[in-house]
């Protein structure tokens, strides 16, 4: 088998993202040579049909994803972190696989525009504390929310489209004259230096959430708790939509080391299972390559459905096609488990929106033995496209 290069986990501007609209998403796969890249925005399906078009005019072959923040009160009063390292029981799940068009019955939809509508509310609470910022240093402008929402975004804001806007004022407030850049985020961050050059856009924005809108900094404003919801109501919401639950890694930092929940490999598959993920996906990027190959392949060879992303949810331009960290080019054999993954939800996206059984079935519900046939299935679904 031919294993065509996958993306399947990409950000767009109706989330937040490091490409300009879809097109300069698509544009920058097809000049890489990725043939199956996948939507994955947090909280939203917006972009889907402007992402299906665009992957009709490339001959490239769309996969359609979601991503939530979910919290688990049992792993929260255990201490436990899953895969938000910062903040135990906090766990973010993708939903792989949706059924296109996007369809979501009640109560599900409700839920699901209510906690991105939660996730809205604080954002524009921290625009509001930061303005007050602004103004008690009289640095001369203020942030407009309803701005940011028409200019920066599709509909999600997020903490970065903030970092963004204030990135853009101040730079437009000092003509882009890196003195008088320096010097206004000097007053802003209340004394701290500018440390990235003025030119590093990413490293700017970076900085200015690290100073004024992370956990402990002036502007930052917590999340209540409607703003996440539980594990499983999550997971009811991607299998009412027909997707597949899929749980993210985070896997090694760049000391080698995991979280509590995911440090002991056998231990975190069968606590998946037992949880009914049937598939993981991992963000290549962040991981050395020797250990990405090591978790990757047993969770192949346990069952699981395994994918590979980059997300591009920074301000950070990376290339499409997915690399390890430091650049490390992929193995062959994590190049063959994402596509083989990338088939599955192929297949299953494509039975769902007939309204078939997919992978899984409405209850999470899995036979792994069956994985062999949606691989064969989605093959060919992908093969007739993109040739």
Not at 8 to 26: E, G, K, Q, R, V
Not at 188 to 193: A, L, S, V, W, Y
Request: proline content about 3%.
């Amino acid at each position: 088998m031919n294993f065509s290069k996958v993306n399947a986990h990409l950000h767009t501007p109706y989330s937040f993202s490091s490409f300009h609209d879809i097109n300069n998403a698509l544009e920058r796969a097809v000049a890489e040579n990725v043939k199956v890249v996948g939507i994955n925005d947090f909280y939203t399906t917006e972009g889907y049909k402007e992402w299906d078009e665009g992957c009709r005019k490339r001959s490239l072959y769309p996969l359609f994803g979601i991503e939530l923040i979910s919290l688990n009160e049992v792993d929260q009063k255990a201490g436990l972190r899953v895969n938000d390292p910062g903040n135990p029981g906090r766990t973010y799940i993708s939903g792989k696989g949706l059924a296109y068009p996007f369809r979501l019955a009640e109560p599900f939809a409700s839920q699901l525009a209510n906690v991105r509508n939660e996730a809205n509310k604080q954002v524009e609470a921290m625009c509001e504390k930061l303005n007050n910022i602004l103004a008690e240093k009289n640095i001369g402008f203020s942030l407009n929310i309803d701005w940011i929402k028409n200019e920066l975004t599709k509909g999600s804001v997020r903490e970065r489209h903030l970092a963004k806007a204030l990135r853009l004022k101040v730079y437009e407030k000092c003509e882009n004259n890196e003195n008088c850049i320096k010097g206004l985020f000097n007053e802003i961050f209340d004394g701290k230096e500018l440390k990235s050059a003025v030119e590093n856009v990413a490293g700017v924005e970076n900085e200015i959430r690290v100073n004024l809108l992370k956990a402990g900094s002036s502007a930052f404003v917590p999340e209540t708790a409607d703003a996440f919801l539980p594990m499983d109501t999550v997971c009811k919401i991607i299998l009412a939509a027909g997707g597949i639950p899929t749980y993210p890694f985070l896997a090694d930092d760049a000391n080698g080391n995991y979280t509590d929940f995911e440090s002991d490999l056998e231990r975190v598959a069968k606590q998946l299972t037992e949880r009914g993920f049937h598939s993981v996906e991992f963000i290549t990027t962040r991981n050395d390559v020797k250990l990405l190959e090591k978790y990757a392949d047993y969770l192949h060879n346990q069952g699981f459905v395994v994918t590979l992303g980059s997300e591009h949810n920074t301000p950070a331009m990376e290339p499409i096609e997915l690399f390890a960290r430091n650049q490390t080019v992929l193995t062959d054999r994590l190049l063959q488990i994402n596509y083989e993954g990338a088939c599955v939800i192929a297949a299953h996206q494509h039975v769902v929106a007939q309204g078939l059984r997919g992978y899984v079935d409405e209850n999470g519900n899995a036979d792994r033995t069956k994985r062999e046939e949606f691989v064969k299935l989605g093959d060919e679904l992908i093969r007739n496209k993109i040739d």
